[in-house]
């Protein structure tokens, strides 16, 4: 029999990240074919599939899963149905590609873990920036030891708007160092080919302290101090909203040079007026400044599944950003360093 060359998804979350897959997978990424979206709204679901030209559209996963024929899911619904929307898939016998954050709780992920690995599927979370051209370069640079030993990775992740109302919400989401930091926590680690050791982290609400009247623990800025073990250390810049654009950039100090990636202006177009003011635009949001990385994940997703591989981003990593996450938010509790892994 010839091998499969193409993979047929179904779109859970016909939210913003879930339109940006669905898009993609039905117009740019190579091995790939859109065939069903899932939401719990409906009409979500059936906008997003009539734009993309009448595809078949469900309510839920189960329905989809009695209904529809597809291979793999994308799961971009909020983070605290992660858990139980890749267990189900899993048991169905599907891939998952599943959006950042992993899960709530390091218990969830880890189930997620389990569970993907008793039934046989592949398991991707969705930390894009490792498949951004300039990102993957700066690795391999890195790799090379044309710098040396990389000693300090510091990583600026600050976000336009708010995240979704759930994210902010407690008993839904765990706040912006997870919807927002947890790509640069995951980028220090990958960079720094390595795992924590220690993590500090203090948080401020300034620029919508209005936010603490609804939300006691809301921050907007936040700055993250970690340790590797192997000494090296690493800074996380994060805030949102900025309102400036969708700041993403790192800079990698290794002991023989250094190497930084990205810029606040998102275009090569600039103009000087008359008053002598030099004027540009910034990148708005995600979506313009990892344009190619959402194309790239998924069709190494699916040449994952055709060739039987393992994805390069694996739930382990979902899981050790996550766990850095919950680190820093538990430093921010208690004032001090807390110590990797978690107990
Ligand atoms: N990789 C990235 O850069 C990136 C960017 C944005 C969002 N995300 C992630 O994608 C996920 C979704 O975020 P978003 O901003 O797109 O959210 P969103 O609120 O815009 O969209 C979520 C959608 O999921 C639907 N939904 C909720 N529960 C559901 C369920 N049980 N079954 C089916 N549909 C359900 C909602 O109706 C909504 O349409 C989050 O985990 C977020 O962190 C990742």
Sequence with gaps: ?????????????????????????MTRVKNAELVAIVD????AATKLGEELGGLAV??????ALRKSEFDAVVITTPTFTHASLTIEAAEAGKHVFCEKPMALTLEEADKMISVTKRYGVKLQIGFMRRFDPEFTSAKKIVESGEIGRPILVKSVGRGPGLPPPWALD????????????SHDFDTLRWIMGDEYSSICCDVSALIRPDLREKYPNFYDVAVVLARFRNNGL????????????????????GTEGVITVGEIRGTTLTRVTKDMRVLTESFKSWRDRFRDGYINEIEHFADCIIHDKEPSVTGVDGRKALEAVLAAHKSVETGRPVALPLA
């Design 170 to 181: 407690p008993k839904t989401g765990i706040g912006f160092l997870a919807e927002v930091n």
């Design 1 to 25: 029999m010839p091998a499969q060359k193409i993979v047929n998804f179904c779109v859970i979350g016909a939210g913003r990240a879930g339109t940006v897959h669905a898009r993609n997978i």
């Design 40 to 43: 719990s709204d409906l009409a």
């Design 234 to 253: 690493g800074v996380i810049d994060g805030a949102c909203p900025v309102g400036y654009g969708y700041d993403a950039r790192i800079e990698i100090l």
């Design 58 to 63: 469900f309510k839920d996963l189960t329905t």
